[in-house]
């Protein structure tokens, strides 16, 4: 499986960000597709995952609310639209995968990682 991550950028706290996350690869319905981000000093953190089979969601507390995870199955993407952005939110934001059997909502559950893409929030 391949990701390939974009979306990131420069925003104003209460700012919107879209992040896209085109992957390919066999079997991309069985994935538990996940995005984690990691700030400077920080380890990296979940922030929302997404069950491709089925669109079941599963959130951090921290983005409840603001961000909402999909996927659109006919062109093999998964989205994070990111709303009522925070300074707090700044970090590179990562795309992955994690196929079955799936483990919890970290980062060494999952398998693939694509290349991350930077988001700023300034305040």
């Known amino acids: 499986v391949q990701l390939q991550a974009c979306g990131g950028g420069l925003v104003q706290a209460g700012g919107s960000l879209r992040l896209s996350c085109a992957a390919s690869?066999?079997?991309?319905?069985?994935?538990?597709m996940g995005w984690f981000r990691q700030a400077p000093g920080k380890e990296r953190e979940f922030v929302a995952r997404i069950i491709w089979r089925g669109g079941m969601t599963y959130y951090a507390d921290s983005v409840k609310g603001r961000f909402t995870i999909s996927r659109d199955n006919a062109k093999n993407t998964v989205y994070l639209q990111m709303n009522s952005l925070k300074p707090e939110d700044t970090g590179v934001y990562y795309c992955?995968?994690?196929?079955?059997?799936?483990?919890?909502?970290?980062?060494?559950?999952?398998?693939?990682w694509g290349q991350g893409t930077q988001v700023t929030v300034s305040s």
């Open positions: 690869g066999r079997a991309l319905s069985t994935y538990v």
């Open positions: 992955a995968a994690d196929s079955p059997p799936y483990g919890p909502a970290r980062p060494a559950s999952y398998d693939y």
